[in-house]
């Protein structure tokens, strides 16, 4: 049996919390900033958690279930 490989897309862009969510960081802050205000860049800035209907996709591609 081959062993089981953890999606490198995957693991660069989610990280498990220690309460076992799922943490994840924003789109739309990378370029394109000039048309959006400060408060929707600042809010961008924040880390955001994973909708609990996608936590079970993530965590497959994260060898973690």
Not at 20 to 44: V, W
Request: net charge positive.
């Amino acid at each position: 049996m081959p062993k089981m490989k953890t999606n490198s897309s995957a693991k660069k862009r989610f990280t498990i919390t220690g309460s076992g969510k799922i943490k994840r960081k924003h789109a739309f802050k990378s370029h394109i900033l000039t048309k959006k205000t400060k408060k929707q860049k600042r809010n961008l800035t924040y880390a955001g958690a994973v909708h609990k209907a996608d936590e079970s996709n993530i965590k497959l591609l994260l060898n973690m279930k």
